[in-house]
Nanobody, 121 residues
């Protein structure tokens, strides 16, 4: 069973905003807080791609297509990572997943069900 649960997906008009949440309900603080966390997305027929990540020290990194539009953040006391998305466009339509990253930047855990984000007018 995947230890991380995504939520907050939905249908949004182009130019709109959405916030995704990723929670580790069965994790304890001392396990969650050191994790390097990432948000990924996948569209049918394409590989899953990492779009944003946040380290245990709150350092962030973004894929070029989302820079300036997406913001990743975390609340360790809530064992939750967020992805605030704004100025959304059709190319952002995908299933969004979260996961922890290993030291070699590979996904650490089993994948959850993800959150469907659809941008359409």
């Amino acid at each position: 069973q995947a230890p991380l649960v995504e939520s907050g997906g939905g249908l949004v008009q182009p130019g709109g905003s959405l916030r995704l949440s990723c929670n580790g309900p069965r994790m304890i603080f001392s396990v969650f807080s050191p994790l390097h966390m990432g948000w990924y997305r996948q569209v049918p027929g394409k590989e899953r791609e990492l779009v944003a990540s946040i380290t245990s020290n709150f350092g962030t990194n973004y894929e070029d297509s989302v820079k300036g539009r997406f913001t990743i953040s975390r609340n360790n006391s809530r064992k939750t990572v967020y992805l605030q998305m704004s100025n959304l466009n059709a190319e952002d339509t995908a299933v969004y997943y979260c996961n922890a990253l290993t030291t070699s930047k590979e996904p650490k855990f089993n994948w959850g069900q993800g959150a469907q984000v659809t941008i359409s007018s």
